[in-house]
């Protein structure tokens, strides 16, 4: 499958993005899909996740309540809207695609297909 990120941009402190993140080439609805992040000198990280139908959910501890994912299969397409952004969420934003057990959809190894990447930068 082919995933093409998009929505990035600079936003202030406290603002919001939708990013999404399209899909093509395979049965979007076979894989469950997640959102990673890469800041600069550091190492790419799980950002949230979901399941095929999207009834289940995974959020690292730094974004929940603020970051919310959704899909929509009958589109080929998944979302992460971000509220109340800090300067600590810029990075380039990645999608994925897999087959992961939820136990281990934090793990970047568990995921086989990635977008290009989309940066979102949140000034102070």
């Known amino acids: 499958v082919q995933l093409q990120a998009s929505g990035g941009g600079l936003v202030q402190a406290g603002g919001s993005l939708r990013l999404s993140c399209a899909a093509s080439?395979?049965?979007?609805?076979?894989?469950?899909v997640a959102w990673f992040r890469q800041a600069p000198g550091k190492e790419r990280e799980f950002v949230a996740g979901?399941?095929?139908?999207?009834?289940?959910?995974q959020y690292r501890d730094s974004v929940k309540g603020r970051f919310t994912i959704s899909r929509d299969n009958a589109k080929d397409e998944v979302y992460l809207q971000m509220n109340s952004l800090k300067p600590e969420d810029t990075a380039v934003y990645y999608c994925?695609?897999?087959?992961?057990?939820?136990?281990?959809?934090?793990?970047?190894?568990?995921?086989?297909?990635w977008g290009q990447g989309t940066l979102v930068t949140v000034s102070s």
């Open positions: 994925a695609a897999g087959r992961a057990v939820f136990s281990a959809w934090t793990e970047r190894s568990s995921w086989y297909y």
């Open positions: 080439g395979d049965t979007f609805s076979s894989y469950r």
């Open positions: 979901a399941s095929n139908n999207g009834g289940s959910r």
